[in-house]
């Protein structure tokens, strides 16, 4: 089970004592609460490619160079290589019944319409029920809009431009006063119509391009009903649950929750002490409690790992006026979504529920990774086929406790394709040191995120180098708060020393080609999922009663 940026200090049992969330507490006090579990990426879909395949984002070309970090567009040709194997594939390799019921964000078509090259379908989900796309701002009118506003504002512009120039020329014409070419005029006719057709048709019809449901490979419903969608989702994956009571399953339960918009659902709204956020985060803890009580209540309990986790950190530069906060808290740590390998983008909730097989209320602070979920679910389906290089490492002897160490002596935080920090946790020691080669460029001056921008980017004038690297003991400063000097850390020199070295074997890898080029992200009508005849795409899903 995934939140969608959901921060690590939401959660009653990582220390919020003004949310509840009895639920995923539960699921805390009955299994193993990981302290120090770490996104591969502190955005959606780098962080999922990698989740999904056991390695970074850069190995499937997921990593991005520009200021385009996540995919866009449901009509581009970006998305997770279908060279690439998941841990869906595997386990259904292994005679599982494998389910995806929420969002995907890693892609749909490559080359026509219905290819379906990079849908959770050709990725080893024998089912999928939900967003292709994610939930964003544009699926709800009067949200404002998440892509590229300033590209819309600068195309806009220059169609009213071109409108006002050519009702002048025509004007001038008319009244005698400038001769000008018919064929001019023309000209101008259309390619004020084409401006208008390249502003218009991709953005501002959004709603109907991304804002989707899929079932399987069929559009069910477009544009969304967003209103109904939480109780849908649950439905599909209680559903899935009970026509596989009898066999091997994987469901991967993705929610739409708690990326904006922020639902609006009668029996949680005002119902928390922190808002609209607040009344959200407590709707999430239903649907995982929801969950959790059906698997139990089908007598599965024994036989079947449950995973709580988040994409990422929570998004600080989220708010307005009018709702208050909208992004999540991230407890003590620095930064949050998209602000690269500052700890509070990427530390994120993880816990492990097996009755029988874990040990009820055990606390794991070694370093993890969602990435180690792929060949913890290769071992568990006794999958020893050969694979490709893995970046994750399979948990079962840190959650059962045979070991006490975790396998990642190393970790490696991109902000993009760009290598942003290192994490060093030395043999023998409690130390856990980061190495930050870059960060971002905080705006305005002295803010905590990326307020001028709304998200950090990750090249050029929006990023600081440094030289030294600054480094943190995150064990005994998980603020990152002190950078530590050859002074106070006698260490220091080793430190920078070993995490060259490691970045030096880490970068020893073949280039594969990018997902996240403007080729690849931008709108392609000939791409793009419709349900009916496209430009005509519209359907509804009768919604059922829960």
């Not at 071109?162 to 000209?187: D, I, K, P, Y």
């Not at 030395?426 to 905590?448: E, I, L, M, R, Y």
Request: net charge negative; with cysteine; glycine share 10%.
């Amino acid at each position: 089970m995934m939140v969608d940026d959901l921060g690590i200090g939401d959660i009653g049992c990582y220390g919020n004592d003004t949310i509840r969330t009895p639920n995923i507490d539960r699921l805390a006090s009955e299994g193993v609460k990981l302290t120090q579990h770490i996104a591969a990426a502190p955005l959606c879909t780098p962080s999922r490619a990698a989740f999904m395949t056991g390695r970074y984002a850069l190995r499937s070309g997921m990593g991005s160079m520009g200021r385009v970090q996540v995919l866009l567009f449901l009509g581009g040709s970006g998305g997770l290589p279908a060279s690439e194997n998941t841990f869906a594939k595997r386990l259904q390799q292994q005679g599982y019944t494998t389910g995806l019921v929420g969002k995907w964000h890693l892609g749909v078509n490559c080359e026509h319409r219905g290819d379906h090259c990079h849908h959770p379908n050709q990725h080893g989900f024998s089912y999928f029920y939900g967003l292709p796309f994610t939930l964003f701002n544009d699926c709800v009118p009067g949200e404002g809009s998440d892509i590229l506003a300033d590209l819309q504002h600068t195309l806009r512009n220059l169609t009213i431009i071109l409108g006002v120039g050519l009702f002048t020329l025509v004007c001038v014409h008319v009244c005698g006063l400038l001769e000008v070419s018919l064929w001019l005029l023309v000209a101008l006719f259309f390619l004020s119509i084409l401006a208008t057709a390249v502003w218009y048709v991709p953005f501002k019809l959004l709603p109907t391009w991304n804002c989707i449901i899929m079932r399987n490979q069929e559009v069910v419903e477009q544009p969304m009903v967003v209103e109904t969608l939480p109780q849908r989702l649950l439905g599909e994956a209680q559903n899935f649950i009970k026509r596989n009571v009898d066999h091997p399953f994987l469901l991967f339960f993705s929610l739409a929750h708690i990326h904006t918009p922020l639902f609006k659902t009668p029996a949680f709204a005002g119902k928390s002490r922190h808002g609209r956020y607040g009344d959200n985060l407590e709707e999430v803890d239903w649907i995982i409690g929801k969950l959790t009580e059906t698997v139990d209540s089908l007598g599965l309990a024994n036989n079947t790992l449950i995973y709580f986790t988040s994409d990422h950190g929570g998004h600080l530069e989220d708010a307005d006026s009018i709702i208050g906060q909208k992004g999540g808290w991230n407890s003590i740590y620095k930064g949050g979504k998209a602000m690269g390998g500052w700890e509070g983008g990427i530390r994120v909730p993880g816990i492990f529920r097996w009755p029988g097989r874990l040990a009820p209320g055990r606390v794991v602070d070694e370093p993890t990774s969602l990435m180690d979920l792929y060949p913890t679910l290769k071992y568990l389906g006794k999958d020893t086929l050969p694979d490709r290089h893995l970046d994750g490492y399979n948990l079962m002897p840190l959650l059962e406790g045979t070991v006490e160490r975790s396998e990642h002596e190393f970790m490696f935080h991109y902000c993009g394709v760009y290598l942003n920090a290192v994490r060093w946790h030395p043999p023998g020691s409690d130390s856990v040191f980061k190495v930050h080669f870059f960060t971002p460029n905080f705006s305005p001056p002295g803010a905590g995120g990326c307020y001028d921008t709304k998200v950090c980017l990750c090249h050029g004038e929006y990023v600081t180098h440094h030289n030294p690297p600054l480094v943190y003991d995150i064990f005994h400063d998980p603020s990152e708060s002190r950078p530590l000097t050859p002074d106070t850390e006698p260490r220091f020199a080793e430190i920078l020393e070993q995490t060259a070295k490691a970045v030096e074997r880490h970068q020893n890898a073949p280039s594969v080609q990018s997902q996240m080029t403007w080729e690849k992200i931008l709108w392609r009508p000939w791409l793009q999922p419709c349900c009916g005849t496209f430009p005509f795409c519209g359907c509804k899903e009768e919604a059922p009663h829960i």
